[in-house]
């Protein structure tokens, strides 16, 4: 019933940006982990960023070591939407973006994906030169 939708992929030369769109429907993700993961062929899904709810308003973000400082995560609890803003892109980006969610419980490991419960169908980005 919880659905994630992902949009805002594309084509894009490197050093351009994208901003990428997830809107779930079936529950509010206000009290929600968000993250955002990236798989490109013949690799494992990967960790890229995820905006932790903690309690009450409070939410915490962290980021993967290769994309500080390039992405940035944000959510719109009132349009039920996480957004990933990705700027000085290269080619290494190259992947299929997924957007995940997982419902709160103390200590989740919000850098592995099987922690997760809401998955999108992903939507892809190519960097190219």
């Known amino acids: 019933q919880v659905q994630l939708v992902e949009s805002g992929g594309g084509l894009v030369q490197a050093g351009g940006s994208l901003r990428l769109s997830c809107v779930a429907s079936?529950?509010?993700?206000?009290?929600?982990?968000m993250a955002w993961f990236r798989q490109a062929p013949g690799k494992e899904r990967e960790f890229v960023t995820t905006?932790?709810?903690?309690?009450?308003?409070?939410?915490?973000?962290y980021y993967a070591d290769s994309v500080k400082g390039r992405f940035t995560i944000s959510r719109d609890n009132a349009r039920n939407t996480v957004y990933l803003q990705m700027n000085s892109l290269n080619a290494e980006d190259t992947a299929v973006y997924y957007c995940?969610?997982?419902?709160?419980?103390?200590?989740?490991?919000?850098?592995?994906?099987?922690?997760?419960?809401?998955w999108g169908q992903g939507t892809q980005v190519t960097v190219s030169s």
């Open positions: 995940a969610g997982r419902a709160y419980r103390v200590g989740v490991g919000v850098r592995l994906a099987n922690e997760y419960e809401y």
């Open positions: 079936g529950r509010t993700i206000s009290s929600v982990t």
């Open positions: 905006n932790k709810y903690s309690s009450g308003s409070a939410y915490y973000v």
